[in-house]
């Protein structure tokens, strides 16, 4: 069975600190699709990043980077100077080549304190 | 290129009442998904189609729920009769194939008095 877990409920830095959100997976296909969302106090979910299995490269978007890591099975999300802008949950995902749904993380609220 | 549009943004009804959520993916999208979420259960897959037509609609909490899409550019989420615990928000999101990204809407939030 697939899972994702995000261990970290919730987390609070002072702004300008980096942070890390950890994401780790399961599953026994070995084509997948990893993702993280964004969902601010607004409420809305907004796509950051996909990722397939075979490209483990990482990832760097401005302040944002990822690190895909498949023998740990882990997909982590770091934000270098956080801003208070940054607060919001934050989830990963899974999804299966053969499939169309995604399974999403419990979610990790990241606080930013100014 | 318009997102994902949902309706309302909230509604607020008496239980007992029906209530229709509406979704209009974005063009060319071939799946279409509704969830719902609430910070017990967090973010739940209730059902999604691929070109119209329903396919797993196994989250899908009990009969009083149910979904349609009549054609590519519209859905609803109807619950009849609604009930308090029907209080949650309810997202409706659509992607190119199922492994792309999937693009959400703003979702409705729904109270249930």
């Known amino acids: 069975a697939q899972k994702v877990t995000q261990a970290q409920t919730e987390i609070s830095v002072v702004e300008k600190e980096d942070v890390t959100l950890d994401c780790v997976y399961e599953?026994?296909?070995?084509?997948?699709?990893l993702f993280w969302y964004k969902q601010p106090p607004s409420g809305e979910l907004v796509f950051l990043i996909r990722?397939?299995?075979?490209?483990?490269q990482n990832e760097i978007s401005g302040r944002y980077s990822w690190n895909f890591q498949k023998s740990t099975s882990s997909f982590n999300f770091t934000i270098t100077a956080s801003q208070v802008v940054d607060s919001a949950v934050y989830f990963c995902?899974?999804?299966?080549?053969?499939?169309?749904?995604?399974?999403f993380g419990k979610g990790t609220r990241l606080h930013i304190l100014p | 290129d318009a997102g994902v549009i949902q309706s309302p943004r909230h509604e607020v009804t008496e239980m007992g009442q029906e209530v229709t959520l509406r979704c209009k993916p974005i063009?060319?999208?071939?799946?279409l998904f509704w969830y719902r979420q609430t910070m017990m259960r967090g973010l739940e897959l209730l059902i999604y189609?691929?070109?119209?037509?329903?396919?797993?609609d196994s989250g899908m909490p009990e009969d009083r729920f149910s979904a349609k899409m009549p054609n590519a550019s519209f859905s609803t989420l109807k619950i009849q009769p609604s009930e308090p615990r029907d209080s949650a928000v309810y997202f409706c999101?659509?992607?190119?194939?199922?492994?792309?990204?999937?693009?959400f809407g703003d979702g409705t939030r729904l109270s249930i008095l």
């Open positions: 995902a899974l999804t299966l080549n053969r499939d169309d749904k995604i399974i």
């Open positions: 063009s060319g999208h071939d799946y």
């Open positions: 189609f691929n070109n119209n037509v329903p396919i797993d």
């Open positions: 990722r397939n299995s075979f490209d483990e």
């Open positions: 599953t026994r296909d070995t084509t997948y699709y």
């Open positions: 999101a659509s992607s190119l194939v199922g492994y792309q990204p999937q693009h």
